[in-house]
């Protein structure tokens, strides 16, 4: 089995494919700072409660956004499960083409992204990640990964209301189902849904102009993307396992 593991600046996720199936998911938190040790006995501990033993897991694949925790992450996956994983980088066979000044500067879980629906969807495509950032990234016709754009994530902006501001709670990221709304909860709510709704539909028309693409497909991943592609039509598609599985198809091309 392949254990596709995708650390982002909030959580590890990680999905166990058996074959093309991806017949596992869970996560875990990467704001604990933690040991070696510490990752690999919860790893395998999380795995055995799934049904799994760690020693059906082979190989391992991970895109990383967060290089502090690596050392002691990649060394928990070859203590306790006896893998050497492949990490998403520079020189990694992705199987797309990147047109940016630096390739090197561009985060491996937008890479993971484009790489996942180009392979599912064909292009040219809009991948819209809606994690800790948002992302908007562009992939042509030919695979050619073009950049793209990079906001404050639904997460961020809420924190800074509440963070940031001495009046205003902390509050669920939900639709409040009106726009003008009556008291401070669902004034919050709305800011931030339709806040990030209206930057969506902006920033993918902008993208389809500048490009010449004005029938590309667009397809949203993340957290918290499925309650915005709900209430959009700019956004075709939702996916929530768009990293997992391009990180299955990056590891088929390795091998």
């Not at 050392?71 to 797309?96: E, N, Q, R």
């Not at 009556?182 to 990030?196: H, R």
Request: proline content about 4%; some cysteine.
């Amino acid at each position: 089995m392949l254990l596709a593991v995708d650390v982002g600046n909030t959580d590890v996720t990680f999905g166990i494919f058996n074959g093309e199936e991806l017949t596992g998911r869970f996560r875990f938190t990467v704001k604990v700072p933690r040991t070696s040790d510490e990752y690999g006995e919860l790893i395998c501990n999380i795995l055995e409660q799934r049904g799994y033993s760690p020693k059906d897991i082979k190989e391992v694949i991970i895109a990383s956004v967060v290089p502090k925790i690596m050392y002691s992450f990649t060394s928990g996956i070859i203590k306790y499960l006896d893998c050497h994983p492949i990490v998403v980088g520079a020189g990694t066979k992705t199987g797309i083409r990147i047109n940016t000044i630096n390739p090197k500067e561009i985060g491996p879980d937008r890479i993971v992204d484009a790489v996942s629906a180009y392979e599912q969807y064909g292009g040219p495509i809009v991948v819209v990640d809606y994690g800790t950032a948002t992302t908007y990234d562009l992939v042509t016709a030919d695979g050619t990964f073009q950049g793209g754009v990079i906001s404050p994530g639904i997460r961020i902006s809420a924190n800074a209301l509440w963070n940031d501001t001495s009046n205003l709670p902390e509050i669920e990221i939900k639709n409040p189902g009106i726009v003008i709304a009556k008291e401070t909860i669902s004034s919050m709510q709305a800011g931030l849904f339709y806040g990030t709704i209206g930057q969506s539909e902006y920033i993918i028309r902008k993208i389809k102009e500048d490009a010449g693409c004005p029938d590309a497909k667009v397809v949203a991943t993340g957290g918290l993307g499925r309650i915005i592609a709900e209430y959009t039509k700019e956004i075709e598609l939702y996916d929530a396992d768009l990293t997992l599985k391009g990180l299955l198809y990056i590891y088929k091309k390795q091998k």
